[in-house]
């Protein structure tokens, strides 16, 4: 039961294998929240494997369903390609991070579905593609705004 003003949190599901970016390897989890009753956020939690200091990053809401069951199916269907991303969002967006390492993070995403999308098999991912293209121009819009930022500054 969660008391009130305390958000309700739990695991739902330890992604396989390791998520590899120019910082080292991370497990990956899906994690779910309560709000409002039986809505639930889901969200991923990376942790650094290998390391002495455990580094923990958490990324932003990822989704938002009406019930756990709901939230369960969507993390069943988190794949390699979006893991890789939800890393770089998680690292871009970790308090202090400069504008070189959220242009790095955007650039690894853009990386990362370039590798994906030409590997498109199944019908059923045919959504996940389309959702990867969507996501691709809107990295590659903002690398393009922060690289002028650069360049302006000098």
Known sequence: MT??????????????????N???GFTASVIAREIQGDA??????????GT???????????TRQRDLLALERWA????????????????AHDAGTPQ???????????DAIDRRLPHVERASESAIA??????????AERIEALRKLRHARG
């Open 100 to 110: 070189s390492d959220l242009l790095a993070a955007l650039e690894e995403i853009v």
């Open 22 to 24: 120019e910082r080292g």
């Open 130 to 139: 389309e959702d990867a293209r969507r996501l691709r121009a809107a990295a």
């Open 52 to 62: 002495k200091a455990p580094l923990s990053v958490t990324t932003g809401i990822e």
């Open 3 to 20: 008391r009130h003003g305390e958000a309700h949190s739990e695991l739902i599901l330890r992604l396989p294998g390791t998520v590899w």
């Open 40 to 49: 639930w956020e889901g969200l991923l939690e990376f942790i650094a494997v």
């Open 76 to 91: 069943s269907g988190v794949t390699a390609v979006y893991a890789e991303g939800a890393l770089s969002r998680a690292l």
